[in-house]
């Protein structure tokens, strides 16, 4: 056991998190190639990457689907997942820091803190998973490490705790001072390696005087690193490395370094900050589940019950494989796992080693380790599997709400099976895609989290062999109401054709059901007296009612939000019946509907927006011009809150709309709202 124990010290679960275009994929390419897993260096313009290895991607040149890779550094195995940047695949992002220790944020040394970078920060503070910043592409124009440093204090608020200062600027970037070592690193054009040397003599000053800033910084911060500098007025460098990484791993302060990842410059230092100061499995809390609805808590020992997490389940043609992180005992090949979460158990075919589109079989996996199993079919990602005989459901990752729909349809009709087989093949190993059939419209929807992500849905369904799709707009399901009632609307149903015969008479009012428009629901009554229509036939004709109710006289929507009254009527002795009285109610309904006066429903939704203070006016006018309503407004830190009732219809590509209008920083939820009018159409000229 202590052996397995010394070894979860040398294990780094990270991921890599940033805006789109910010580095995280090129980054991930030279910590491959530094490390020697790979001998040539990949590059997204060319489509050589090595996590970017979907055909989409590639094409793209953006990273859609979250890639594992493993590596070895100083002694360390590193399990490293390269993350999107876009914000439709943010559930990417969102299921591999639910299994992460630690990770490593890259900013642009550019544009500083970018949208998306706030938002995955956010998701990492949530997890409370511990960060390294890197600033990355100090080789371009503009590129200045002081404001990128300063955006990152001011827009995601951490104590940065800046470890380097560039040597040279822009193109003239050759390397950086460590100012923990106080030395220098210098990489020389077209090779990987660092030149270590003195502080340049016209950066000494300069050096010095970060040094010492960071030095008070981390003593403020750091109990022990307080005491010494008190005694001694400065910090050793051992003193200063262990105060950075505590203060990492109590997410207190934030190490940031820079470098050029395209030209190879800083990726070795960016290594050595990763096994210095991001956490272990062992040094992080153990992993809280439930069983028979007592918690419980499963700390990194390869000799407890076996217990881990799917996060990742990719269902291609050549097999399926479902990606776990084990948080605690061990797993060999042939073994049985349960899932708590339905009961089920399976049999673990093979285990492997993941290096994006590669894998080495295993024989066995411990905890702290991330691999993929072959052989399970029914394992979803946010499934627990565990020792069947010591259950323990741990919690799933949360699955973000779908915002955006389309209706998806084979285009041809012999396609219909495989078009089923190929969505639920999607929604299988990306949760965050629903696929529901609407009842009313009869059309197939695909949900996601924005018009990209359904895009890029739909090209894999083309791109694996499936059936041609016809993609559009779904249609939103429309209502007819009453807005005028009529009263005393007769109605004899009599039909003779040999036999026994059909009669039934009844006179019928129709009315609103509610004052305000919109009102929804259908009541029916009756104030028959004299048992001129007996209570079994009451029945009836309130049954052929509700049947009226499927088609409304002015498109055939069905119709809701009005009160029908049976005020008198009539029977036959012999030709009286249930099913007369039923086709009564239906047709005398259909008749006073006719006389009425009708109005279209459209369905609307209470749309809750969350901006920046600087784009409420452009959000408001966009809301504005889709006929939204606005009923709230309020500030909460630092963002303005905007609820309003918009026409579902209107908020078809409102995801992508907020995006542009807000930098990619607004969000915005839903919910049902009911039905509203319609606006009538323009009376033809």
Known sequence: ???????????????????????????????????????????????????????????????????????????????????????????????????????????????????????????????????????????????????????????????????????????????????????????????????????????????????RSLEETVAELHPAALEEFCDQETLSAATLASALRDLTRTGDGVVVLCGSAYRNRGVEPLLDAVVAYLPSPLDVPAVRGVHDGTEQWRAADPEAPFASLAFKVNAGSTGRLTYVRVYSGTIEKGDTVGDPGTGRTERVARILRVTADRHAQLDRAVAG??????????????????????????????????????????????????????LARLAEEDPSLVVRTDGETGQTVLSGMGELHLEVAVEKIRRDGGPEVTVGRPRVAHRETVVRGVSGLVHRHVKQDGGAGQFAHVVLDV?????????????FRSVVVGGRVPQEYVRAVEAGCRDALAEGPLQGHPVTGLRVTLTDGSTHVKDSSDMAFRTAGRLGLREALRACAMALLEPVAEVTVTVPEDAVGGVLGDLAARRGRVTGSESRGGAAVLTATVPLAELFGYATRLRSRTQGRGTFTTRPAGYAPAPQPAPAR
């Open 511 to 523: 009315e609103p059901l509610g004052a305000e428009a919109g009102v929804t629901g259908f009541e």
């Open 1 to 211: 056991m202590r052996t397995y124990l010394r070894t979860l010290t040398t294990v780094r679960n990270l991921g890599i998190l940033a805006h789109v275009d910010a580095g995280k994929t090129t980054v991930t390419e030279r910590i491959l190639y530094a490390t020697g897993t790979t001998h040539k260096r990949g590059e997204v313009h060319d489509g050589t990457t090595v996590t970017d290895f979907d055909p989409q991607e590639r094409d793209r040149g953006i990273t859609i689907f979250a890639a594992a890779v493993s590596c070895a550094w100083d002694g360390h195995r590193i399990n490293l997942i390269d993350t999107p940047g876009h914000v439709d695949f943010a559930d990417e992002v969102e299921r591999s820091l639910r299994v992460l220790d630690g990770a490593i944020a890259v900013f642009d040394a550019v544009a500083g803190v970018e949208p998306q970078s706030e938002s995955v920060w956010r998701q990492a503070d949530r997890h409370g998973v511990p960060r390294i910043a890197f600033v990355n592409k100090l080789d371009r124009a503009g590129a200045d490490l002081d404001r990128a440093v300063a955006s990152i204090r001011e827009r995601l608020h951490p104590v940065p705790l800046v470890v380097q200062l560039p040597i040279g600027a822009e193109g003239g970037f050759t390397g950086v001072v460590d100012l923990v070592r106080m030395r220098s690193l210098v990489w020389a054009d077209g090779d990987g390696t660092a030149v270590e040397g003195p502080v340049p003599q016209e950066l000494g000053e300069e050096a010095s005087r970060r040094r």
């Open 369 to 422: 380790d991330i691999v993929a199993l072959a052989g399970l079919k029914s394992a979803r990602a946010g499934s627990t599997l565990c020792d069947p005989g010591a259950p323990l459901l741990l919690e799933p990752p949360v699955v973000a709400e779908p915002v955006v729909s389309v209706a998806v349809e084979a285009r041809r009709s012999t396609d219909t099976g495989r078009l089923a087989t190929a």
